[in-house]
């Protein structure tokens, strides 16, 4: 699936083994794993093993994915997955990342418009959510840019060096993608 936006142009394809090393080097600490990962279960270090235990769960309700460049196809430049929680009704998206060297470039909104498409078009869902810490702004800002709400919030959610973090939960759904206009 290729997507441009803003002269940005990335395909989605599936994740491989080979995206293995580069997903890893992208997540450099314990906090940038909860803030990738939130409670998901990956635990720091990172590693080969964790990754491709969520990774052989690929099928009819989990979409993995890794973006690359379309001039340079060989390279990864971010992640993301798609949870299928009820075909239908409703799908997660999780696990966004894009590479830090490749960041402030309109790669994000390019991946989540992508998954959107995907979630509304294909699957066929009526509501996409996700989870993003409150002190995410540039995700936060990212994910409203793209029509997500903000539904609530969970209050000290997570403890990450001695800090309680709290995140909101966002969606959208199909009709008021639907009408966004650029959808
Ligand atoms: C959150 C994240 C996915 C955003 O990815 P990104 O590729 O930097 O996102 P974008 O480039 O689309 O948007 C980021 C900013 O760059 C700006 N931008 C986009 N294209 C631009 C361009 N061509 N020139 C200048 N600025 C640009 C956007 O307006 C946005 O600005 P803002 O932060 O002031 O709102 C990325 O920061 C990341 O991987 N973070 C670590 C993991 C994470 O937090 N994941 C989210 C979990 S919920």
Redesign the pocket.
């Known amino acids: 699936m290729r997507c441009c936006i803003?002269?940005?142009v990335i395909e989605l394809r599936d994740f491989a083994p080979s995206d293995v090393p580069s997903l890893i080097s992208?997540i450099d600490g314990p906090e940038?794993l909860v803030?990738?990962s939130?409670s998901s279960g990956f635990v720091w270090p990172l590693d080969e093993s964790q990754i491709r235990r969520y990774a052989d769960k690929v099928g009819p309700k989990l979409r993995v994915w890794t973006a690359v460049d379309k001039t340079d196809p060989d390279r990864p430049i971010?992640h993301a997955s798609l949870m299928v929680d009820a075909p239908g009704w409703s799908a997660r998206l999780?696990?966004?990342?894009?590479a830090?060297d490749?960041?402030?470039?309109?790669?994000?909104?390019?991946?989540v418009r992508a998954a959107q498409r995907v979630a509304f078009d294909e699957i066929g869902v009526h509501r996409l959510s996700?989870?993003?810490?409150a002190q995410?702004?540039?995700?936060v800002?990212?994910?409203e840019?793209l029509g997500f709400v903000r539904e609530g919030t969970l209050r000290e959610v997570a403890a990450v060096g001695g800090t309680w973090w709290s995140s909101f939960e966002m969606a959208i759904l199909d009709h008021e993608w639907r009408t966004r206009p650029g959808t």
């Open positions: 803003r002269g940005c992208w940038a803030m990738w939130g971010a999780g696990r966004v990342v894009v830090p490749a960041r402030g470039r309109g790669i994000g909104e390019t991946l996700l989870g993003v810490f995410n702004v540039t995700a800002r990212l994910y840019r």
